[in-house]
C-alpha cells in the first residue's frame, strides 16, 4: 500500500508546469482566443515532443506506453495552466480508444498522435456536442450507443457553437454513417463508450483540480496587494475564511481523483464509480473556487481585462465537459442506492485485494 | 502508486478482525460519562491491554505492538467495522501518549505508558481555562517551583472526563512575569492530589461529560514535568498535531457513520425525495475522501514526511462532515429523531441523536473550526496576518 506518485511521474509534472508556466501563460491564450482556431500548432508540437500527447500510447507506436496514473499530474499542470489544446480529446480520451478499436485504424493514427501531427477529437452517446472538432484530422462518433464511427474531417459537417469559455471549441457534428466507416458495434461499442466517458470524465477532474489551484493563488495574490482601510484586503478574516473553503474542496477532491486514475489505468471494476466520484468533487471544488475567488477580487475580478475569468471559464467548461458535477452525483447515488459494492470501515480497497 | 495491502497487513487485518469477533462486547456499554458506563469502559480498556490492542503504534515494551502508521489505519477500520466501545482514555492514548514517547524520559514512559496502555489511569487533558480558549496562551493558572516540587494555583475547564479521570496533564505558567505562550510548563498532575478539586459540569446531554478543576497549592513533583521548564508550549503544539490528525479522528470512525447513514437511507428511499438521497451520497463521498486523503497522508508519512498545518483540514473537514451526518440522519428519522434512547417506540432508531449531540461539539473543541480556517489561510495560502 502506497498512495504516491513515484519519481519519475512527479518529474513529469513539474516538467510540464515549468513549461507551461512560460509557453502558456494568460498573453498567449488571450492571443489565442482571437485567433481562428484557438488553437496552437506550435504549442501542440512541442507538448508532443514532451511526451504528452502519446503518454497513453503503446511505445511500439511511438508512444510513452504510460498509464492513467502517469497522466494525472500532468494534466493537473495543464488545468493550472488554462491550457485550450485538446490534451483531453486527443491524447486521453481518442489515443485509448484507438488503441482498443486497434488493427489498421489504430495503427495509422497513434503513431501520428505521439508526433504531434494529428488530432483526433472523440464524440459520445450522451453528449450532444464534439470538442475540438474544427481542428481534428480524425473524429471517432456515436452513431446510437451501438455503433463507433470512425471519419475524416471531409467526411463530416461540423458546426461551431459558440461557447462561453473561448478556449473551448465545441460544435454539433452530422455524418453519414456507413459499413465502411463504423469501428465498433454491439457490446464492443458499448464497452468502448462507457471508458470513453470514464476518461473523459477524469481528465476533466484532474484538469479542474489545476484550475482551481490557480484560481486560488490569483486570488492569494491579488487579496495580500490589495489594500483597503489601511491593510491588505487577505488580512480580513471573511476573505481568509472564502480562501480557505476552497482549499479545503480542493484538497479532499485530489486523493479522490489520484484514486479514480489509478482505477481506470487497472480497469478496476469500480472505475466507473471511482470516476464519478472524482469528477463530481473535483469540478464542484473549482466552480466553488471560481465563484469564491471572484468574491474575494471585487469588481476587478469582474472585467474582461483581469486575468482570473479564464480560470473561472475553465472551471465551468470543466463542469460541463464529460457530465456534469450532478451527472456524476446521481451515478454515484444510484450504485450506492443499489448497493452495488461494500461500504464501511476497511472497503475502500477492498476491489484492489481481489486482484492479486 | 500500489493500493494493495501486503500479506502481512492483511494478516493483521485478519488477526484484529478474529479477536474482535472473540471478545468485543456483543450490547453497547452504558456511557463513560456515567460512574457505572466508565467502570465498564475502563473493563473494556483493559481487556483490549490484555488481547495487546491498546495501543497498536507503541513499542512492545509499553504496551504496544511496534504497529506502522498503515496498521494503526487497519486496526482502526476494523475497531469501528465491530462496533467496539469509545475510548474512554482517547485523551491519553491518543494525545498524552505519542507527546510522551517525543518528551519523555525513559522513566517518564515506564512510569506512565504502561498504565495508559491498560486504562489503570485515565487521563484529562487541561488546556482551556475560562479566560483561555481560543486564545490559549492566555493561559494564567500558574506552578510556582519550590524546590523539587511545583505548587499549582488556578483553575482549569472543560477537561473531557475529568469527572471520572485520575491524572491531567495540563499547561501552567511557570515563569510569572512572562506572557502569552513563552513561560508555560507542561505538567503531569494526579488528580487526588490535596488541594486538586473537581467539579464535574453535565453537557448538552445532561451527563457530567467534562469537568472544571481548581488548584490551590497543589503539590506536583518535578518529576512529573514533561519537557523543559518554560517549554510548555512548544510539547503541547505537539500534542495539538496528533490531536488534530491522525490519531484522534481517524478516517473509520466517519465511514462507520456514513455506512450506517447509507443504510438508514436506503430503507427509507422510497419515502425520501432525491435531495436527500443526494445529501447521503455527498456525505459517503466526503468519508472515503477523508479515507484516500489518510492513506495518502500516512504514505508521505511513511517516506518520511511531517504532518504540518495540513492537520489543520482535517480538523474542519471531519468535524463538519460529522455534523452533517448526523443532522442528515435526524431529518430522515423525523419524529423518531426526537426520541431519548429510553423512549419505548426508540427500538431500532440507533444512537443518532446522542451522535448528534457530541458532533455539534465537534467544530468545537480541539481548537474551533474558525480558528482553524484562520490557520488554513495564514500557514497553508500564506496570507498576510
Ligand atoms: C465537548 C468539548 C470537550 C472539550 N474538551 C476539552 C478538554 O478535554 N480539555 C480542554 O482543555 N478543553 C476542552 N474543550 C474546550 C475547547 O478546547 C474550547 O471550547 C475551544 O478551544 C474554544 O474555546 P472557548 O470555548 O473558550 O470559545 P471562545 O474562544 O470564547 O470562542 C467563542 C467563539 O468565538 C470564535 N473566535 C474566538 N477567537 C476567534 C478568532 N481569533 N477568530 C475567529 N473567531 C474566533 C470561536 O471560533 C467561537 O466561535 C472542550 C470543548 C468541548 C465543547
Redesign the pocket.
Known sequence: MDFRFDEEQQLLQSTVRHFLDAECTPAVLRVLWESETARSPELWKKLAALGLTGLLIPEAQGGMGLDETAFVLPLEACGHAGLAEPVVATAAVAAPLLREVAGALADEWLPRIATGDARVAVGHPTLSFVEDAHQADLLLLPRGEDEVHALPRSAVQVSEQPANDPSLRIASVAFDASDNSCVARGKKARALFAATLDRGALASAAQALGVCERLLQLAVSYTSERHQFGQAVGSF?AVKHHLANVKLKLEYARPLVQRAAHSVAKASAQRALHVSMAKHAACEAAVFGAKQTLQCHGAIGYTWEQDLHIFMRRAWSLDHAWGSSSFHLERVRRALLEGAFAIGPGATFQEEQQDD | MKLEYSAAQRAFRAEVRDWLEANAPAAPLKSFDTAEGAAEHRAWEAKLNDGGFAMVPWPKEYGGRGADLLEWLIFEEEYYRADAPKRINQ?GLFLLGPTIMEYGSDEQKARFLPRMASSEEVW?????EPNA???MANIQATAHRHGDHYLLNGQKT???RGAFADWLFGMFRSDPTSKRHRGLTFILCPLDTPGVRVRPIP?LDGLP??AEVFFDDAQVPVKNRLGEEGEGWKVAMSTAGFERGLMLRSPARFQHTARRLVELWRRHANELPAATGAAVTRCWLAAEAYTLDTYRTVSRLAAGGKIGAEASLNKIFWSELDLRMHELALDILGEQGELLPTAPAARGVGNWLDGYLFAL?GP?????N??QR?IVAERILGLPR
Open positions: 478574516q | 485523551n484529562a487533558q487541561g488546556w482551556s480558549g481560543s486564545d472543560w477537561a473531557s453537557q461529560g467534562f461539539a468545537i473543541y480541539a481548537g474551533t474558525e480558528i484562520n
